[in-house]
């Protein structure tokens, strides 16, 4: 079953979304960073056996919805190429 976000609240250092089933997910923005989707991180990942973040690298600048199926974030270093299903922001958030 797809879960929609009914409420999406974006901060400096993490993003709380209130799911339609009464769920909610926070995740920190180091998390969204590290998991970020994008071509040129997944390589990142790929190639790097333990990747450093910078403390400006995992500062949200902004938030915003992609069509009616995931959110793209933007860093404070400008990087903001990453789309995130809300499938993957749920499985995402913090235990």
């Not at 079953?1 to 909610?24: F, K, L, N, Q």
């Not at 590290?34 to 071509?39: F, M, V, W």
Request: net charge negative; aromatic share 6%; charged share 25%.
């Amino acid at each position: 079953m797809r879960h929609e976000p009914e409420r999406i609240t974006v901060g400096r250092e993490s993003v709380v979304i209130e799911w339609d089933d009464g769920a909610s997910t926070s995740i920190s923005g180091r998390r969204l960073r590290a998991a970020c989707p994008c071509a040129e991180c997944r390589e990142h990942r790929a190639a790097t056996v333990s990747p450093i973040q910078l403390a400006d690298q995992s500062l949200i600048v902004d938030g915003s919805l992609v069509g009616g199926y995931a959110l793209r974030f933007t860093f404070a270093d400008g990087h903001g190429d990453g789309i995130y299903p809300y499938g993957q922001l749920r499985h995402l958030g913090d235990p």
